[in-house]
Nanobody
Framework: QVQLVESGGGLVQAGGSLRLSCAAS????????MGWFRQAPGKEREFLGR????????LVADSVKGRFTISRANAKDTVYLFMDSLKPEDTAIYYC???????????????WGQGTQVTVSS
């Protein structure tokens, strides 16, 4: 119903910045909330933040607040994760996900992208 494709990952030096993109296609009209997650090797998936695809409201996890920001394209089904002041511990596979639920406080991420690798070197 909805397909998600992440892009923009790569190798960056500690202290650098990187912007990830998530392009949604298919029945995107049903997408209410888009979220960003990451998963490092041997660790569980970590929630980073989410954005409303209608009102544009954002929420960023405390763990990355002040360094990561979430935004969306003006008239496209694309969301961004801008990462600043990157640290080696930010190294992970980053995923975007789509929630069909319009309830901001309780999203249900039913669709997931394949992920994009972010590696931060010291």
């Amino acid at each position: 119903q909805v397909q998600l494709v992440e892009s923009g990952g790569g190798l960056v030096q500690a202290g650098g910045s990187l912007r990830l993109s998530c392009a949604a296609s298919g029945r995107t009209v049903s997408t209410s909330i888009m979220g960003w997650f990451r998963q490092a090797p041997g660790k569980e998936r970590e929630f980073l933040g989410r954005i409303s695809m209608t009102g544009g409201s954002t929420l960023v996890a405390d763990s990355v607040k002040g360094r990561f920001t979430i935004s969306r394209a003006n008239a496209k089904d694309t969301v961004y994760l801008f990462m600043d002041s990157l640290k080696p511990e930010d190294t992970a596979i980053y995923y975007c996900a789509a929630s069909m639920s319009a309830r901001w406080e309780t999203p249900t991420y039913a669709y997931w992208g394949q992920g994009t690798q972010v590696t931060v070197s010291s």
